[in-house]
């Protein structure tokens, strides 16, 4: 059983950055390939970036490629996003997802995870 909590969330205002944390117990996240996904106000999940388990693929949806960068530290259990040149847009609650590290085809679909956090609020506002 996989265990994560995300932080890191926040209010920013349009351009600035945040970086999101996730940080896992309960097992060792190098068996698992990891994602962000987020969830705007009558919007669906949509997946935002992925992560391979141990290779440093990546994937990103074609909304946030360049702007976001998916990075993690298997040595201490953690991933981030790191979110630069934050739109309005980007306002979500934002959840980190472990599952099977498929590739990246598969990894911003979200049906191929089986542990999620709880979720941080990102709200981009003037």
């Known amino acids: 059983q996989v265990h994560l909590v995300e932080s890191g969330g926040g209010l920013v205002q349009p351009g600035e950055s945040l970086r999101l944390s996730c940080a896992a117990s309960g097992a060792a996240l190098d068996r698992y390939g990891m994602a962000w996904f987020r969830q705007a106000p009558g919007k669906e999940r949509e997946g935002v970036s992925w992560?391979?388990?141990?290779?440093?693929?990546?994937n990103y949806a074609e909304a946030v490629k360049g702007r976001f960068t998916i990075s993690r530290d298997n040595a201490k259990n953690k991933v981030y996003l790191q979110m630069d040149s934050l739109k309005y847009e980007d306002t979500a609650i934002y959840y980190c997802?472990?599952?099977?590290?498929?590739?990246?085809?598969?990894?911003?679909?979200?049906?191929?995870?089986?542990?999620w956090g709880q979720g941080t609020q990102v709200t981009v506002s003037s």
């Open positions: 997802a472990a599952g099977p590290s498929l590739g990246p085809n598969y990894g911003l679909d979200s049906k191929w995870y089986d542990y």
């Open positions: 992560i391979s388990s141990t290779d440093g693929r990546t």
